[in-house]
Structure formats: structure tokens, C-alpha cells
């Protein structure tokens, strides 16, 4: 038995589907994409992250696994996913700090 559908339950099908591709998508994005790690909280503190590693000097950054100190940043941690300016973070339960920042917990990417 073949059914056809009619032009009406076609434009009410397409509609529904307008509505819910939104709701999907917003279901599936990142729950860390606006939730940016201030420098202030108790873990950041904690940890010596500040967003700009290069406007604080009196931050020491140690030598670690063959990588110069100066040469540490959150954008080449192995702790950090993203490729933006932004990018979320293990250590912080993926919440997002920033490419040009740094912390105690930096480690080489592998
Ligand atoms: S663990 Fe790495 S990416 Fe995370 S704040 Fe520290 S240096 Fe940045």
C-alpha cells in the first residue's frame, strides 16, 4: 500500500523540522563554549594562570620536558584543545582559557 503525503503535511513536516534543527544544535554545543576561567577564581590562583603569560615576567616559568619556560603557552599545552584565541582546558573541566595564557600545570603536547 503506498501513501502519498499531501503538499500540506509536506510544509507542516519541513516546519517542524525548522523548529527542532535549532533545538538540536544547541543541544549538541559545547556546554564550555561561554565559560571562560577568570583569573580570580581559587583554581587559577591556585594554579598561577593568568590569561597573558607575557605581561607578567614575575611569573616563573620553568624548563619543562625539553621546553623553555618562555616558550610555554596555553595554545601549545597539552592540556589545551582549542586552536583559538580561546580554548578549553583539562585541568579546568574544559572550561576555556586563553591561547597566549599559562598555568603551573602546563605540559608539551606529544
Ligand atoms: S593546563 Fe595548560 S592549557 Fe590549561 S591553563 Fe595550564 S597551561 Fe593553560
Given at each position: ?5 499531501s ?13 527542532l534543527i ?9 556546554a564550555?563554549a561561554?565559560?571562560k ?31 623553555a ?28 582559557v ?6 603551573t600545570?602546563?605540559?608539551p603536547?606529544?
Amino acid at each position: 500500500m503506498e501513501r502519498k503525503l499531501s503538499r500540506r503535511q509536506l510544509l507542516r513536516g519541513a516546519a517542524s523540522a525548522a523548529v527542532l534543527i535549532p533545538v538540536v544544535q544547541l543541544g549538541t554545543r559545547p556546554a564550555f563554549a561561554d565559560n571562560k576561567v577568570s583569573e580570580d577564581e581559587p583554581m587559577a590562583q591556585a594554579l598561577n594562570y593568568v590569561h597573558d603569560i607575557d605581561a607578567h615576567p614575575d611569573i616563573p616559568r620553568p624548563d619543562r620536558s625539553g621546553v623553555a619556560g618562555a616558550d610555554q603557552y596555553c595554545y601549545n599545552c597539552g592540556l589545551y584543545v582549542g586552536e583559538d584565541d580561546w580554548g578549553p582546558c583539562s585541568i579546568f573541566q574544559n572550561r576555556l582559557v586563553a591561547g597566549p595564557g599559562w598555568c603551573t600545570a602546563w605540559v608539551p603536547r606529544s
